[in-house]
């Protein structure tokens, strides 16, 4: 159970993560007035520790706009260009971005999103189904209520991102992470009781609070990593009612230009620590920007990873 204290801002009620084994809790405050709260999570577990950081926002405020990278302008069969995660590559002025949908690598710039994509109503990749069995997706519609779900087709959709689904080589078709507030972790994809860097988001009840969680991995000693119960444990702990599973591993990318305490600026306060040691570039991102406090001058995106660096497994 949830240990941690209930606190509230001016514009959403948040609740602080815990330490799944040792009940240890993020004692940050809520980010002013701004109606997103970034946080470290920290994960005590058998091997060591699991670090990563949690943002809740809510995204029904006027103040806040959910963004997924644009569909890709240039002819051409692939349907994504590859770009590290943070501002250039979610959009213009977000205040943070987390990678997103798996996707299928041609070389190390041209890439074919795997599931559903939006972007402002625009569709850069079809929702998917294996065996008869939609993906998991997080859709937005153009009110900015989200949903997390199996969808194939999906109505209603304004920005949407697709979690892990099945593949030619998995028997399962994968699970969401959270159901109703039910765990099915352990019949998602990929490999969901093996230690990974993960990323997650998930939504309310009453689908006007998302959460995203990126957590660290493949590095002893700072991160272990999360199996996806524990990554679905961690998103139930921070509030949310359905979760899914986004593309991990090396992808798992967490870019915030807003500080635990509030203040935003041009450049990243806060990133997670991406097991390549850089930036990997990816195919999509969901990005979050904050209508009224973007700073002026642009905003920096951190380096990217080497392709050379990138040691793709199984969805990781």
């Known amino acids: 159970m949830n240990t941690c204290p209930t606190i509230t801002s001016r514009r959403f009620t948040a609740v602080l993560s815990a330490g799944l084994s040792a009940g240890l809790c993020a004692a940050t405050a809520v980010a002013g007035d701004l109606p997103i709260q970034i946080e470290p999570l920290l ?31 240039e002819a051409t069969r692939w349907d994504a260009e590859q770009t590290p995660t ?76 697709a979690g892990v689904g099945g593949s030619s080589n998995a028997e399962t078709p994968g699970a969401l992470l959270l159901e109703n507030g039910v765990i099915h972790a352990d019949r998602a994809r990929v490999q969901p009781m093996v230690r990974h860097p993960r990323t997650g988001a998930g939504v309310s ?5 998302l959460y995203l969680v990126v957590i660290d991995g493949r590095q002893p000693g700072w991160s272990v990593g999360v199996t996806l119960v524990e990554l679905a444990e ?35 306060a806060i990133t997670n620590r991406p097991s390549d040691g850089r930036f990997r570039p990816v195919a999509n991102h ?31």
């Open 43 to 73: 994960i005590e577990t058998e091997i060591g520790p699991a670090r990563g950081w949690a943002a809740t926002m809510g995204q029904t405020s006027p103040e806040v706009d959910i963004v997924v990278t644009a569909p890709r302008d």
């Open 86 to 161: 943070g501002a250039g590559a979610a959009g213009a002025g977000v205040a943070l971005a987390i990678n997103a949908n798996f996707f299928a690598q041609s070389n190390d710039r041209d890439a074919d999103l795997i599931g559903l994509s939006a972007s402002d109503g625009v569709i850069a990749s079809p929702a998917r189904s294996h065996n008869g069995v939609g993906d998991p997706a997080l859709i937005f519609g153009e009110d900015g209520a989200a949903r997390v779900l199996r969808c194939d087709p999906c109505e209603g959709v304004y920005d949407a991102v």
């Open 205 to 209: 009840a009453d689908g006007e609070t």
């Open 234 to 268: 961690t998103l139930r702990d921070l509030g949310a009612d359905d979760a899914l599973n986004l593309d991990g591993g090396g992808s798992s990318s967490f870019v915030s230009y807003v500080s635990e305490t509030g203040d935003v600026s041009p450049s990243p």
């Open 286 to 316: 969901l990005g979050v920007r904050l209508v009224s406090h973007e700073p002026a001058g642009g905003l920096e995106t951190p380096a990217a990873a080497s392709p050379t660096d990138v040691d793709r497994i199984g969805g990781g």
